[in-house]
C-alpha cells in the first residue's frame, strides 16, 4: 500500500497530520509538545526522524507548539510560507536557516512521488492555508480552521478520496457556552471556524464518486461533542440523498489519540 496516513491529533488543544508514500513522509503541523508527538509516532509505528518535512498551516499555537523542538532535535526541514514563517518565528524559537523553506499559498510542491497543493482559507492568521496530497490519482484533502468554506475551496477539494474536514462546533453549545462574547463572535465570524452544520452543508458540495472516508477534525473541547457532530453531519448528509455506510463513512478524530494508519 504506497499511500497511507493518520491524523495524529486533532482540536482545539493540539493538531497534527501524517501522510506516506512507499518514498515520502510528511507531517503537517505538530501542535503538541515534542514529548506528545513523539508518544503519537510511537502509536502509529513511525518515527520522527524519518520524516522528509514538516508543513505548517498557521501560526496559532495548537498547530505550532511542537514545530521548534522536533526541528532542532530531529533537524528537519520545515515548510511555511513567508508571511507565516514571520508570524510564527517569535513562537517556535531559533530554527537554522538551511531547514527553513518557503511553500506559497496556491502552489504545488513534489517531495518525490507525493505532489501536495497549497490553498488559502479564511482564518484569523497572517496567510492560512491547508493541502491537498496527489499520489497516483489518489487524493486526500485536509480542511480545517476556516470561517466558511468558499466556492474556490470546494472546487480544490472536490471529489477527494478521504476528507480531514473541520467540524469544530455546535452553535447553541457556543452561544450558551461560558466563553466570553468577543470569544463566541470571532469563532463564529468569518474568519473562525466551521460548525457541525455549516461543515456538513459544504461537504455535500464536494463529496465524489470516489470519496470513502470523511474525518470530522479540529473539534471544540467545549463548543462540541464527537456524538453530536457525527450526528449533525449525519443528518444533513442523509436529507442530501447520500448513504453513509454504503457511499462513504464517517469517522472521529481525537486530541490524544491518533486514528490507525489507513491505506487509500
Known sequence: MS???SVLASGSTGNAFYIETNEQSILV???LSGKQMERLFLQIDRSISNLSGIL???EHVDHIKGIGVLARKYQLPIYA?????SAMESKVGEIPTEQKFIFDMGKV???GNLDIESFGVSHDAAEPMFYVFHHEGNKIALITDTGYVS???KGIINNADVFVFESNHDVDMLRMGKYPWNIKRRILSDVGHVSNEDAAIAMTEVIG???KRIYLAHLSQDNNMKDLARMAVSQTLESKGFII???FNLYDTDPNQPTKLIAV
Open 56 to 58: 505548517v498551516t498557521h
Open 3 to 5: 499511500l497511507q496516513f
Open 245 to 247: 455506510g454504503e457511499q
Open 209 to 211: 464518486d470516489r470519496t
Open 109 to 111: 510542491k513534489s517531495f
Open 29 to 31: 503541523d505538530a501542535g
Open 151 to 153: 466556492d474556490r475551496m
Open 81 to 85: 510560507n513567508a508571511k507565516t514563517w
